[in-house]
């Protein structure tokens, strides 16, 4: 793997890194408006990121299928909607603001549960960026160096506001701003581990690539609807939400084309 790569993988970690770091510069806890604009800003730029970077190169792959270029995207997008709903069900784990922990019952802190429920939403990012690059070291056709560019950049542009809303729960929960800071690092620390395992096993997987591009975009198509729309619309009707997904939207798409 060259360097060049090795820097791509991280700039979405860095993302986070840098958002978790607003624990040390803000003292009050994010607003609910704010919190409902990030989020808002987040559905769209992976709304974008999973057609423009994954199903549309999928299909693209897959055009010697004829009419049926659909199929390993409709394949895979499944997948990813059912690996990503495994996983809820199975990892204990509590939304920013909600109640009641989801999942199986655990004797796990509180701020524990955030952690998990913000690292299960950075699985399926982390997945995405480690495909897209997979498929431009082993020379896929469809994924040049700019489009896998656009997608670790989005995704990092989006990390930023996800880290604050980590860090800052956890340091009103009572956790000190250097903990809190560590915990929100922690929580997308998963995205560059899980790219560089799918980009060490690529070899066993490049027959497969329209799948795993459409699976990825399943997966982040199913946080997008369970965890982020919802947030983005609860509590005292706003449009603040729907505003922000259109810039998150129109960011992502102009990237990705004038990258690609």
């Known amino acids: 793997m060259n360097l060049k790569v090795l820097m791509g993988l991280m700039i979405p970690f860095l993302g986070t890194a840098l958002g978790a770091g607003c624990v040390f ?9 704010v919190q409902k604009a990030l989020s808002g800003f987040a559905s ?10 994954l199903i549309i190169p999928a299909m693209e792959q897959s055009d010697k299928l004829g009419r049926l270029s659909f199929l390993p995207a409709f394949v895979g997008f499944w997948l990813g909607i059912l690996f990503l709903l495994l996983l809820d069900t199975i990892i204990p784990h509590l939304h920013v ?3 009641e922990a989801e999942g199986p019952k655990s004797n796990f802190k509180r701020t524990t549960m955030m952690v998990l429920a913000v690292t299960l939403h950075n699985i399926p990012e982390g997945m995405a960026v480690g495909v897209v690059f997979a498929g431009f070291l082993t ?9 896998a560019l656009a997608l670790a950049i989005g995704i990092a542009i989006q990390n930023f506001p996800e880290g604050a809303i980590v860090s800052m729960p956890l340091r009103a929960e009572g956790n000190g701003k250097k903990k809190a800071f560590m915990k929100g690092v922690l929580s997308g620390a998963v995205e560059p581990l899980g790219a560089l395992l799918i980009i060490f096993a690529t070899g066993f997987f490049v027959p497969a690539m329209p799948y795993l591009l459409s699976f990825a975009a399943g997966a982040m198509i199913y946080v997008v609807v369970e965890e ?10 706003s449009n603040i939400g729907v505003v922000m997904f259109a810039v998150g939207f129109t960011l992502m798409m102009a990237l990705d084309v004038a990258l690609g």
Do not use: R
């Open 25 to 33: 510069f803000m003292k009050k806890e994010l607003g609910g408006k």
């Open 44 to 53: 769209g730029v992976m709304v974008a990121a999973s057609i423009w970077s």
């Open 97 to 99: 603001n909600a109640d």
């Open 139 to 147: 020379g896929t056709q469809y994924i040049t160096w700019g489009g």
């Open 228 to 237: 982020l729309l919802p947030e983005m619309s609860e509590g005292e009707h």
